[in-house]
Nanobody, 114 residues
Framework: QVQLVESGGGLVQPGESLRLSCAAS????????MRWYRQAPGKERELVAA????????NYADSVKGRFTISRDNANNIVYLQMNSLKPEDTAVYYC???????WGQGTQVTVSS
């Protein structure tokens, strides 16, 4: 059974940082690319960042380039999203995703507000 469990969300002020984690189990994590998506209220879910199986290739949405960094720890089956210089428009539920059986985590809320 595939499980993706996100953590690390919270309430922060503009300009602050957060690191999200996604712990994966139930599949061979190291051979699959991983992605982070987000969904703000009233908006469609959007791709934020992606990382290849061995971490050699990363891609980012234009809106987060230079501020967010995706990484992975294949020894511990975790994918991270380091978010710096957070803005109010980054407020959303953030989801971890793997193409293996098109599986989603339950999401973690990130709120950026003064």
């Amino acid at each position: 059974q595939v499980q993706l469990v996100e953590s690390g969300g919270g309430l922060v002020q503009p300009g602050e940082s957060l690191r999200l984690s996604c712990a994966a189990s139930g599949f061979t994590f190291s051979v699959y690319a991983m992605r982070w998506y987000r969904q703000a209220p009233g908006k469609e879910r959007e791709l934020v960042a992606a990382i290849s199986a061995f971490g050699g290739t990363t891609n980012y949405a234009d809106s987060v380039k230079g501020r967010f960094t995706i990484s992975r720890d294949n020894a511990n089956n975790i994918v991270y999203l380091q978010m710096n210089s957070l803005k109010p428009e980054d407020t959303a539920v953030y989801y971890c995703y793997t193409v293996y059986r098109k599986s989603w985590g339950q999401g973690t809320q990130v709120t950026v507000s003064s």
